[in-house]
T-cell receptor, first 112, second 117 residues
Framework: LAKTTQPISMDSYEGQEVNITCSHN???????ITWYQQFPSQGPRFIIQ???TKVTNEVASLFIPADRKSSTLSLPRVSLSDTAVYYC?????????????FGQGTTLQVKP | EPEVTQTPSHQVTQMGQEVILRCVPI?????FYWYRQILGQKVEFLVS????????KSEIFDDQFSVERPDGSNFTLKIRSTKLEDSAMYFC???????????????FGPGTRLTVL
């Protein structure tokens, strides 16, 4: 599974757009890029998944450049409740078990 | 919305005792997982389970650990002889699909906090 690198922490203010970038230089051809969110004392929760270009859902957008060596999770107009750890995960194209390998994630602190 | 449930929410045990953590995955899911998270650390994969057998396990999942799907709804993690370092939050997860390029959203339960004294 491809190694990912993302900032340890980020601060933002309510109402701002937050962009968290993840580097995955050795992503494989069949790998997908997935982001999970984790609140304190809760299990991770799926946010968004993509393979290339742009994916948008009701929660976030995921931007993936043509070379796929990085990706950016965009959270529009964050609120205090978006304070959480955000994980970028890459893999599954060549995995046959579906296990998720979490890094340290990015701790997003949203301030009033 | 269907969800993964776990019981108990908190388990306190003495070192050397056996514990069984229980999970009820989402009913139409076929793939089941256990993860753990030591306080302040990252989420770690323990084991994946499909078609009534382990499909992959990590180096953490040694002989002290076992998993079972005793009936059509429950999925359990047993730790035979707990150690202090087993203290962690244990998360169960399930998914419709496995991997191989398919959509693989895993749904996590709320976790069981295991405290070994």
């Amino acid at each position: 599974l491809a190694k990912t690198t993302q900032p340890i922490s980020m601060d933002s203010y309510e109402g701002q757009e937050v962009n968290i970038t993840c580097s995955h230089n050795n992503i494989a051809t069949n790998d997908y890029i997935t982001w999970y969110q984790q609140f304190p004392s809760q299990g991770p929760r799926f946010i968004i998944q993509g393979y290339k270009t742009k994916v948008t859902n009701e929660v976030a957008s995921l931007f993936i450049p043509a070379d796929r060596k990085s990706s950016t999770l965009s959270l529009p107009r964050v609120s205090l409740s978006d304070t959480a750890v955000y994980y970028c995960l890459v893999g599954w194209g060549s995995s046959n078990t579906g296990k998720l390998i979490f890094g340290q994630g990015t701790t997003l602190q949203v301030k009033p | 919305e269907p969800e993964v449930t776990q019981t108990p929410s908190h388990q306190v045990t003495q070192m050397g005792q056996e514990v069984i953590l229980r999970c009820v995955p989402i009913s139409n899911h076929l793939y089941f997982y256990w993860y753990r998270q030591i306080l302040g650390q990252k989420v770690e994969f323990l084991v994946s389970f499909y078609n009534n057998e382990i499909s992959e396990k990590s180096e953490i999942f040694d002989d002290q650990f076992s998993v079972e799907r005793p009936d059509g709804s429950n999925f359990t993690l047993k730790i035979r002889s707990t150690k202090l370092e087993d203290s962690a939050m244990y998360f169960c997860a399930s998914s419709e699909a496995g991997a191989g390029g398919t959509y693989n959203e895993q749904f996590f339960g709320p976790g069981t906090r295991l405290t070994v004294l």
